[in-house]
């Protein structure tokens, strides 16, 4: 996982590299310059010869890091027109050194530099100048920015956001550094009008900004590039925010390999109670995915009269089991001494798909089973809707994995609208005890003590039907593979829900790419699933 950092922790680290390491502040500003030099020129196809930048610099460090890059891009053999926004005698420290160098080697190395104080002067320029660029790189505002940009600032970055956006423009990347100018990089809401990156290159950790929408939505691709802050001082810091990388599945991946001695049991069994007589499709979606994503045995516990139809619609190697329903075809409160009976041959169960939760009845069966459960447990859907108002604890032995998107949130805790979804999360972990996967267009993972993980992968493509049903079967396939080979707690239930939400959102981000967006669905999703796991 990486840590997300606040601009406080940040310039904290950038402190300590400073002082404690005796790392010259101007030596980062160069080492970020040459980082973002060197991704440009990678996404050039290996050269900037010949190729053309504009570069946008305000008057503080982030444009310091604009006006050092300038430099290397025209000593490289690129033109560069860089326009600092202000002027340059009202600069200090490294900023104003590279300006000055700037400056120095004006027109002399294809480095050419302008103050532009108005809006005036931006149109003068605009409209003598015919050049068209192969890549804008906006460094005007980096972290430090808190309020909504002046006017004349905010028309400019419009100015070019539109002109991207006209049919047919002339192809050119925009480049923001270490975030988009005009978003507030500690909060993921929009506080104005902002850049609106292909790229964004950021330093040492990311920012919320840079990673939680909306505001993340204007990266672009996001590349975090290290500039030589050690990494105890990032680990050192207090932040509880994370990202998931791709390690962290890799390594789930290598824990739970197969061995050359496995079989079904090893390999984990599963227990997926869901269904109803109207949602037939739900369970069978869960059990399907569970199968599919790697645990050795799978039990589908569903209505009496889902049965038969489940057993038609789950994969030859799934096994189903009906139990005693009430007249509506769901799950009846009597059925609970049977499932939990059922349960104990199993590692892991998932409770909710397709459950239904309108009458009392199921309602007083999902507790009955969450509250006795014999295994960790996965709730969603119907079976989060029957818990409504949360009251119950997770523990480290027998853990709860919640897996609400934000309409069931809103139920769990009893609220009408949640605006902090981060720590809304962060809050419901810590006082229940439990695992919360908030699903949304960036999941996240709440743990108890505090640490939230977001999910970089994924797409609005699996926003369709069935979508959750497969997730929950996923997630309950990984925790049976690592409960096959560890005892349950806390930790390795974590870590083993960001690697599959880790994944699953890499099937769907394969599977869009397959099918395209608007037509793929949660069968596709699984079927994915297969290539992902086999490649990484």
């Known amino acids: 996982m990486q840590k997300v950092l606040t601009t406080a922790e940040m310039r904290e680290v950038d402190r300590q590299t400073t002082e404690k390491y005796g790392m010259l502040s101007i030596l980062l500003m160069e080492n970020a310059a040459h980082a973002a030099a060197r991704i440009i020129t990678q996404k050039l196809g290996g050269s900037v010869a010949g190729k053309s930048f504009l570069i946008l610099c ?23 027109e860089m326009f600092v926004f202000g002027k340059i005698q009202e600069s200090k420290g490294d900023a104003l050194i590279n300006f000055e160098i700037c400056q120095k080697l004006d027109g002399q190395t294809g480095v050419y530099q302008y103050e532009i104080n108005s809006r005036d002067k931006w149109d003068e320029f605009l409209y003598s100048n015919t050049q068209e660029w192969d890549v804008v790189v906006d460094a005007i505002f980096g972290t430090g920015l808190s309020r909504p940009l002046d006017v004349w600032l905010w028309n400019i970055i419009h100015h070019i956001n539109i002109v991207d956006e006209k049919p047919n423009p002339v192809p050119r990347i925009c480049v923001s550094i270490d975030i988009p100018s005009g978003l507030n990089a500690d909060l993921s809401e929009l506080i104005g009008e902002n850049m609106q990156a292909d790229l964004t290159i950021t330093f040492t950790a990311p920012k919320l900004a840079n990673v939680f929408p909306p505001a993340s939505n204007f990266n672009g691709e996001l590349i ?5 802050s050690p990494q105890e001082l990032i680990d050192n810091s207090p932040s509880q925010t994370f990202v998931a990388e791709k390690q962290d599945a890799q390594d789930w991946l290598e824990k739970t390999k197969v061995k050359t001695d496995s079989y079904k049991k090893t390999r984990g069994m599963a227990l997926i109670i869901a269904g109803s007589k109207n949602y037939s499709g739900a369970a069978c979606l869960a059990a399907n995915a569970c199968f599919s994503a790697g645990a050795g045995m799978v039990t589908v516990a569903v209505p009496q009269s889902v049965q038969e139809i489940a057993a038609i619609k789950v994969l030859d190697e799934v096994i189903t089991h009906g139990f005693s329903e009430t007249k509506n075809g769901a799950f009846a409160e009597d059925a609970a001494k049977d499932i939990l009976e059922l349960s104990k041959k199993s590692v892991v169960a998932a409770i909710g798909c397709g459950l239904s939760s309108s009458e009392a009845s199921t309602r007083k069966f999902v507790r009955e089973v969450v509250e006795n459960r014999q295994t960790p447990m996965v709730i969603d859907a119907d079976g989060l809707n029957a818990l409504a108002p949360f009251d119950l604890k997770g523990s480290n032995q027998l853990p709860l994995i919640l897996t609400p998107h934000i309409g069931e949130l809103n139920k769990l805790i ?19 005890n439990v695992i919360l996967l908030l699903k949304g267009e960036r999941s996240l993972i709440a743990a108890p003590d505090g640490r939230v993980v977001i999910n970089p992968t994924g797409n609005a493509g699996i926003s369709r039907a069935g979508a959750g049903d497969t997730l929950t079967g996923i997630i309950t396939s ?52 297969i290539s992902i796991c086999a490649t990484m």
């Open 414 to 432: 009893g609220k009408k609208e949640i605006t902090d979804k981060i720590e809304t999360a962060r809050k419901f972990a810590k006082k229940h």
């Open 58 to 80: 305000g008057k503080g460090n982030n444009g310091g890091d604009g006006a050092a890059l300038a430099r290397i891009l025209g000593l490289q053999g690129g033109f560069v």
């Open 224 to 228: 975090v590039a290290n500039i030589g």
């Open 478 to 529: 990984f925790l049976a593979q690592t409960y096959a080979v560890e005892k349950p707690n806390l930790e390795n239930t974590l870590e083993t829900v960001i690697a599959a939400l880790y994944i699953a959102g890499l099937a769907g981000d394969y599977a869009a790419e397959k099918f395209g967006q608007r037509l793929m669905t949660a069968t596709d999703l699984r079927e994915c699933l």
